[in-house]
């Protein structure tokens, strides 16, 4: 499976960006597929997920309100609109699947990140 996304960049605060997450698989595939960031001296946090079977979505509070995470399923893709970004939601942020077979672990699988910068 590969991940590959795309999207990041540089951004003033209150500014708009939307990530892609271009999957090798239909999405479908996956139980869900998600976006995480990791800040500079931080942990991987998860930003928003969305089920692979459904259109049952999660997000952090700190997101709740600004980004919208999506998919569209003939493209294998999946999306984060990001609108009223703010300095602390600089990070890098990497897309990712989950799934989980009965009678075998559970695998993630993580794209190579893409970079978003928000400037004060």
């Known amino acids: 499976v590969q991940l590959v996304e795309s999207g990041g960049g540089l951004v003033q605060a209150g500014g708009s960006l939307r990530l892609s997450c271009a999957a090798s698989?239909?999405?479908?595939?996956?139980?869900?597929m998600g976006w995480y960031r990791q800040a500079p001296g931080k942990s991987r946090e998860l930003v928003a997920a969305?089920?692979?079977?459904?259109?049952?979505?999660n997000y952090a509070d700190s997101v709740k309100d600004r980004f919208t995470i999506s998919r569209d399923n003939a493209e294998n893709t999946i999306y984060l609109q990001m609108n009223n970004l703010k300095p602390e939601d600089t990070a890098v942020y990497y897309c990712?699947?989950?799934?989980?077979?009965?009678?075998?672990?559970?695998?993630?699988?993580w794209g190579k990140g893409t970079l978003v910068t928000v400037s004060s």
């Open positions: 990712n699947a989950f799934t989980r077979t009965w009678g075998s672990p559970p695998v993630d699988y």
């Open positions: 698989e239909s999405t479908f595939n996956f139980n869900a």
């Open positions: 969305i089920r692979g079977g459904g259109d049952s979505t």
